[in-house]
């Protein structure tokens, strides 16, 4: 993968494909402390310790026929050819929380991406899950929540043309004012 927005949708969907219905995803940019990081909190079916093991070094264990997909795995490794590392904690029955960390101003570093094309599609194709989303670069930060987006707007779909249209811009232009504002600029 190319850009870490591509390996955050990759690990939300895994969060939703775990029955979730609240994921939570925080995004730090702290180019002070030169680190990216970001977590990203469901309360899904979670998964038992075994699994955990498992999920994270899919080529150690050859006794089970269970298929394990390739997710974690490539987002460990984007972590750590940046000198990062990342976290995975899950408690079954009650949610997963991942967490992974990259040398901000590493060569191997992938930029961020397109957060705000990444939260539009996933808040509008899964409008019955709950997100959170915060952004912090520096000392800058905006909170996205749907919860709090749903007793503004009452009962309209996130999908309804007016409404998404809304929300593309909230989350271009809180996205653009992390890095001073200019809005032609992407992908850090
Ligand atoms: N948030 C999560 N909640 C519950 N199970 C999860 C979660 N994330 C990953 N898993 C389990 O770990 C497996 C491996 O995930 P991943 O590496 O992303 O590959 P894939 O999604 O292609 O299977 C998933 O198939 C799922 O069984
Ligand atoms: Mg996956």
Do not use: C
């Not at 469901?42 to 997909?69: A, C, H, I, L, S």
């Not at 919860?147 to 909230?170: A, Y």
Request: charged share 20%; hydrophobic share 40%.
């Amino acid at each position: 993968m190319k850009e870490l927005s591509l390996h955050i949708l990759d690990i939300m969907q895994n969060s939703i494909a775990a029955n979730a219905s609240l994921v939570q995803l925080t995004v730090v940019e702290d180019p002070e402390a030169d680190t990216l990081s970001f977590t990203i909190e469901d309360n899904g079916k979670g998964m038992p310790p075994e699994m955990v093991t498992q999920v994270m070094n899919p080529f150690v264990t050859g006794r089970t026929t269970r298929r394990v997909g390739l997710g974690i795995p490539l987002l460990k490794a984007a972590a750590e050819q940046t000198g990062g590392n990342i976290n995975l904690s899950s408690t079954l029955g009650e949610g997963t929380v991942i967490s992974a960390l990259f040398g901000y101003s590493h060569i191997d570093r992938q930029p961020l991406g397109d957060m705000a094309g990444t939260m539009l599609g996933l808040i509008t194709s899964y409008e019955d899950i709950d997100f959170v989303y915060r952004h912090r670069v520096g000392k800058e930060e905006y909170t996205l929540s749907t919860k709090e987006m749903r007793e503004i707007l009452g009962d309209v779909s996130f999908s309804q043309p007016e409404v998404m249209l809304w929300l593309s811009e909230f989350l271009k232009e809180n996205e653009a004012a992390l890095y001073g504002g200019n809005d032609t600029e992407s992908n850090h």
